[in-house]
């Protein structure tokens, strides 16, 4: 079993900053990657930024500049830096890990007030 916890969420003025974490546990061998995604009810979910086992990354245009994708020595826990967050920013954030298989934690509420 593969457990992938999120946390960081909550609710922050349009400017602010929040940095979300997403620890993977478990039944773990060799992650390849791990993806932050989000989505509203009604909407495609979609991928945030993308950090592979070798460090490189892969941010979603509407993203870059603001957020910033990192992952421990350990490579079972990666983090996402948000800064200059805007309302449109406001969606239920999920953390994906990926070891040959997806799995996915339950998701942490990310709300930016104007």
């Known amino acids: 079993q593969v457990q992938v916890v999120e946390s960081g969420g909550g609710l922050v003025q349009a400017g602010g900053s929040l940095r979300l974490s997403c620890a993977a546990s478990?039944?773990?061998?060799?992650?390849?990657?791990m993806a932050w995604y989000r989505q509203v009810p009604v909407k495609q979910r979609e991928l945030v930024a993308f950090i592979a086992r070798d460090g490189s990354t892969n941010y979603a245009d509407s993203v870059k500049g603001r957020f910033t994708i990192s992952m421990d020595n350990a490579k079972t826990t990666v983090y996402l830096q948000m800064n200059s967050l805007k309302p449109e920013d406001t969606d239920v954030y999920y953390c994906?890990?990926?070891?040959?298989?997806?799995?996915w934690g339950q998701g942490t509420q990310v709300t930016v007030s104007s």
């Open positions: 994906k890990t990926n070891n040959g298989w997806d799995y």
């Open positions: 478990g039944s773990i061998f060799r992650i390849k990657y």
